[in-house]
């Protein structure tokens, strides 16, 4: 069964960088046909879709996010990563990863983990 | 302001059936498949229906989807206390090339 989990850090300091790792068990993250992706959650809000990328590196990025969002592959740890730069209190969300497919829907979901953007 | 447009809320009693609605246009649900989510507060969202209207393993028949035009629907039948949660609509927008999602409904099960 495959499973994803969320990592990082709880807490970060406006301006900074948010970086968040997503590690997959169950499936090989380079298999083909295979993407992955983030999706936030603000407090009280709806979702909103971060970005995806391939195994090989292709990727597609929120227009309103694209100047500050970078999403790679760490296929020797079967690993996924976001890195949001510049972050200010509206970045304040519950951030979920997940498997997503080329129909545009995500099928495997990560539990998602709570940033707070606070000096 | 979300994209793809629900109703806010919805209510029925238990053993009715809901739907709810998600309007787009024709750069995202016009041309593209739509998918449904349900999201219970502090879990993950789970996936009830992608492509319009397939079921992924698991979950049952009572979920269906369509779409018609620039709308599509979730329809639940034999309404159960445990659906009580918020339903998202979801589908990929070709002008702004990114995955959208609706603002979500919250269904309470009266």
């Known amino acids: 069964q495959l499973q994803l989990q969320e990592s990082g850090p709880g807490l970060v300091k406006p301006s900074e960088t948010l970086s968040l790792t997503c590690t997959v068990s169950?499936?090989?993250?380079?298999?083909?046909?295979?993407?992955w992706g983030w999706v936030r959650q603000p407090p009280g809000k709806g979702l909103e879709f971060i970005g995806n990328?391939?195994?090989?590196?292709?990727?597609n990025y929120n227009p309103s996010l694209k100047s500050r969002v970078t999403i790679s592959v760490d296929t020797s740890k079967n690993q996924f990563s976001l890195r949001l730069t510049s972050v200010t209190a509206a970045d304040t969300a519950v951030y979920y990863c997940?498997?997503?497919?080329?129909?545009?829907?995500?099928?495997?979901w990560g539990q998602g983990t709570l940033v707070t953007v606070s000096s | 302001q979300s994209v793809l447009t629900q109703p806010p809320s919805v209510s029925a009693a238990p053993g009715q059936r809901v739907t709810i609605s998600c309007s787009g246009s024709?750069?995202?649900?016009?041309?593209?498949?739509v998918s449904w989510y349900q999201h219970l507060p502090g879990t993950a969202p789970k996936l009830l229906i992608y492509?319009?209207?397939k079921r992924p393993s698991g979950i049952p028949d009572r979920f269906s989807g369509s779409k018609s035009g620039t709308s599509a629907t979730l329809g639940i039948t034999g309404l159960q206390t445990g659906d009580e949660a918020d339903y998202y609509c979801?589908?990929?927008?070709?002008?702004?090339?990114?995955?959208?999602f609706g603002g979500g409904t919250k269904l309470t099960v009266l």
């Open positions: 997940g498997k997503y497919n080329w129909n545009a829907f995500f099928d495997y």
């Open positions: 169950g499936a090989s993250i380079s298999r083909s046909s295979y993407y």
């Open positions: 990328i391939e195994y090989s590196g292709g990727s």
């Open positions: 024709s750069s995202n649900i016009g041309k593209n498949y």
């Open positions: 492509d319009n209207n």
């Open positions: 979801g589908t990929w927008d070709s002008s702004l090339s990114a995955v959208v």
